[in-house]
């Protein structure tokens, strides 16, 4: 018997939406999508994200009414593939996508292999720098194999041109994932990170990686920051630069801040005039202020970053159907949302507890026990 469409309003956190409906074959129909807006309807980096579902899934079904304001998404078998490309667009980074694509790869008939391109570092979404060193981490604390598991930066690229280009790998999970009881953040122990710039002066990057470094050594002694320098083949052509930094705690939690420092994305770019220059912040200034962000993340506690709360929870929510258990520091408005959305799409609820001796959060669920199916037909 066919699913009835789940009916639901707004643009609100529809990536998260798209990926649960995928998930858990649910078919959705979403009306009122920024109605009242001058410019209604779907962003271009929102209909580039259903492209990419179609790429990576099969027989799956994306209606769109001709003001964008409605969708009609009824999923499909995700397929997974290798020698696949996308093309992510310069409104968003290819981090919007990326979350999307590694909870959805694991449950594909194939290993997935995806080459995307646009913008690799911006301040709007985590860096691929983050996914690299911190979003692949998490996956492998459920069980997701480390062998077929990749990130691989092959050129990058900034705001408004963009010109960056990945390529990510995502094994098939054989039958689920593993339920955790990740409650012990430890200690930090050292913290490394990577800086990168493009089409700017060679001195930005050592100026802000001693900023950087200028606070973390008042506190532990082991810190190194490497330097990315690419050459000129291998960057866009807009100017930028940034740095993306993870604690790595005893316990075996990654813990991550980056920023980029670039121009604006291009819809901003036409709202400017045209003779407005947009001025860089100075690398020392960026350096302290990120250095700063990440102990914020770390005094908060948790076993993930305020950026990771909502893919911890969705990976928690599709588990075998045994508790997990994990500790996070204060909720996310995105963490909250998701928790919402995995009670309607999975069923799945949370049990939450303060813990006041620390200021976290204990959440407890029982997972939906979602297998990959799609392998067996193979």
Avoid at 191 to 214: D, M, N, Q, Y
């Amino acid at each position: 018997m066919e699913k009835k469409y789940l009916k639901m309003k707004g643009s609100q956190n529809l990536r998260a939406i798209l990926l649960l409906s995928t998930l858990s074959s649910t078919p959705i129909l979403i009306d009122d999508i920024r109605s009242t807006d001058i410019n209604p309807g779907l962003r271009p980096y929102e209909v580039s994200l259903l492209r990419l579902i179609e790429k990576v899934c099969d027989n799956c079904s994306v209606v769109i009414n001709e003001t964008g304001t409605k969708l009609k998404y009824k999923p499909g078998i995700v397929m997974g593939g290798k020698f696949l490309e996308h093309d992510c667009g310069l409104s968003r980074s290819i981090g919007y996508f990326l979350e999307v694509l590694i909870v959805l790869g694991l449950f594909g008939k194939n290993p997935l292999q995806i080459t995307l391109k646009g913008i690799t570092n911006d301040s709007k979404d985590p860096s691929v720098d983050a996914f690299k060193s911190t979003t692949l981490n998490i996956l492998k604390r459920f069980g997701v194999s480390s062998q077929g598991l990749a990130l691989k930066i092959q050129s990058r690229g900034v705001p408004p041109m963009g010109g960056g280009q990945v390529v990510l790998s995502i094994p098939i999970l054989h039958t689920s994932l593993t339920a955790v009881n990740w409650i012990d953040e430890g200690m930090v122990r050292r913290i490394r990170g990577v800086s990168f710039s493009t089409r700017v002066s060679p001195k930005l990057e050592p100026a802000l990686v001693c900023s950087a470094r200028g606070i973390f050594n008042k506190f532990l002694p082991d810190v190194y920051i490497f330097t990315d320098h690419m050459g000129a083949a291998q960057v866009g052509t807009s100017p930028g630069y940034g740095v993306s930094l993870v604690a790595e705690t005893t316990s075996q939690c990654f813990i991550s801040a980056d920023t980029a420092v670039h121009r604006p994305h291009k819809e901003e770019t036409a709202e400017m005039e045209d003779d407005v220059e947009v001025s860089l912040k100075s690398a020392e200034d960026v350096g302290v202020n990120i250095a700063t962000a990440l102990l914020g993340e770390i005094e908060q506690g948790g076993v993930v970053d305020s950026t990771h709360q909502g893919l911890l929870f969705i990976l928690c929510a599709l588990c075998p159907q045994d508790v997990s258990k994990v500790r996070v520091g204060k909720l996310s408005p995105y963490g909250i949302e998701i928790l919402r959305l995995v009670k309607e799409f999975l069923g799945v609820k949370f049990d939450i507890k303060s813990d006041p001796s620390t200021g976290t959060l204990i959440l407890k669920c029982v997972g939906c026990g979602l297998k990959n199916l799609s392998r067996k037909f193979s």
